[in-house]
């Protein structure tokens, strides 16, 4: 068994993600789903690195990621090449090698379906990833790596694993010993298994290739995100969901530090995260740690210096432009290679995705641009909350962007085929294979004097 066709169990509803909650509004979408569910299971074909120009070049960035493909103790290094159209962008790209054998090892190492997956996109395993590792497995000896795709293997598992379904999806070789993995007390830390081949031909590139700042890989689809938003020099900006502020650092860099940036995320630790990263790419950011569903100041009653304070809350009518990038149930990651999630859980978003959205619709200043999107492919996360603003909020429009790379969205809302291809989904069907992504670009129409 290489890949599976869906990365959920049996039971599980799939049309749920196709169709909206609304009984009058559940139209099954024409797209074919099993199409999809098979592609969310694969690995991309691409890797991207977006480059800091706060801090170096994309000729440095491309000389330092050459020279450590060639140290890769791999078979398989990929193809790196700009992107003219993104200069803050390179391209690693490689070929899925799905129907070549691989030569299987009788060691064998088994990792968990998230451990899998960030190995099939060029990881190596580091020690807390490891479920199982025969005993008798040294320092250097070559091993296969496979998933238990059933949540069946127990930490320090020591045989052959035949409790549940495996699939194998990497060789490697052995860095720690058993002894130093598993057993009471021990918090085993660094590479424990160096991965040589993958069955995605993704190259393992690991995730310290560059000097601390220089760049990061970064999924294509979240790129684009930033150059929709468009970010312009001098302007104020807010990044409502931003941890670990992978957009918010690109808006800085295409902001080349002017204007006014201010990002805010919920959760404490994320937050803490934000602010090193912002640091480390030199980013000039005033970070907050706050619920964006509540960082709106109703008050009429202010002066013009409160509103040049910009902390949260903040007044009507603060800010440029503003990016949405919503908390999601975060189907389009891939590869997928098992989701236990439950339907409650991927229902659950749209009610906040509506709050927050609620709130910058009313810090956007008329004239504004508002960034909508999510990293999920549910038809009730993206086409639903654009169909919903539409209908909610008369002063918004959907706007053309100067950059549409991702494909139209899915019928089956209200949304018209004018709509739908203003918003950009990306999905199988992409020339360049990435992640599921979807991105709605609102502009908050001018007042109308009367
Ligand atoms: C999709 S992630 C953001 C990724 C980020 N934009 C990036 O590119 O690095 C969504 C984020 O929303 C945050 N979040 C969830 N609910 C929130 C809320 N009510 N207010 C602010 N942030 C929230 C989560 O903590 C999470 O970090």
């Given at each position: ?298 008050s009429q009653n202010h002066s013009v210096q409160d509103r040049l304070d910009m902390a949260p809350p903040f007044f009507e009518k603060s800010f440029d432009r503003i990016l949405l990038d919503a908390p999601c149930s975060a189907l389009g990651r891939r590869p997928q290679l098992s989701n236990r999630t439950s339907v409650k859980v991927i229902r659950s978003y749209v009610p906040l995705q509506r709050r927050l959205f609620e709130t910058a619709v009313s810090l956007l200043k008329p004239g504004g641009t508002l960034v909508y999107s999510t990293c999920t492919i549910t038809l009730a996360e993206n086409e639903g909350i654009v169909a919903w603003a539409l ?60």
């Open positions: 068994m290489p890949y599976p066709n869906s990365p959920f169990p049996e039971d599980f509803d799939e049309g749920i993600l196709f169709h909206l909650k609304n009984d009058d509004e559940m139209t099954l979408i024409q797209n074919d789903m099993k199409k999809v569910l098979k592609w969310i299971c694969l690995a991309p074909n691409l890797t991207t690195i977006r480059i800091n120009t706060l801090k170096t070049s994309r000729d440095a960035v491309y000389k330092k990621v050459e020279a450590h493909l060639k140290t890769i103790n791999s078979k398989y290094s990929g193809i790196l090449q700009y992107l003219e159209s993104f200069p803050q962008v390179i391209l690693l790209l490689h070929q899925d090698i799905e129907g070549k054998i691989f030569e299987k090892y009788e060691k064998e190492i088994i990792v968990d379906a998230d451990c899998g997956a960030a190995v099939l996109r060029g990881a190596h395993i580091y020690a807390p990833g490891i479920l199982g590792m025969m005993i008798g497995s040294c320092v250097n000896d070559n091993v296969s790596i496979y998933v238990d795709l059933d949540k069946k293997c127990k930490k320090g598992f020591s045989k052959v694993f035949t409790d549940g379904t495996k699939i194998f999806i990497a060789n490697g070789i052995i860095k720690m010993a058993r002894h130093d993995l598993f057993g009471k007390e021990k918090l085993p830390k660094g590479i424990a298994v160096e991965i040589t081949e993958t069955l995605s031909g993704c190259p393992p590139i690991g995730d310290n290739f560059l000097p601390a700042g220089w760049g990061l890989l970064q999924n294509f689809p979240s790129i684009v995100c930033v150059n929709v938003l468009n970010p312009q020099k001098h302007e104020i900006i807010l990044d409502m969901c931003a941890a670990p502020g992978n957009k918010t650092t690109y808006i800085a860099a295409l902001m080349e530090n002017t204007g006014s940036i201010i990002a805010i995320d919920k959760t404490p630790n994320k937050v803490q995260q934000l602010i090193k990263t912002c640091e480390e790419f030199g980013a000039n950011v005033k970070v907050y740690q706050a619920d964006s569903t509540k960082i709106l100041n109703n209908r909610t909020f008369n002063c918004l429009k959907l706007a053309k962007s100067h950059i549409n790379i991702g494909g139209p969205g899915w019928k089956g809302t209200s949304l018209n085929e004018e709509e739908r291809l203003l918003l950009q989904r990306f999905g199988p069907n992409q020339e360049l294979d990435s992640v599921g992504f979807f991105i709605a670009c609102f502009v908050k129409q001018l007042e109308q004097l009367n």
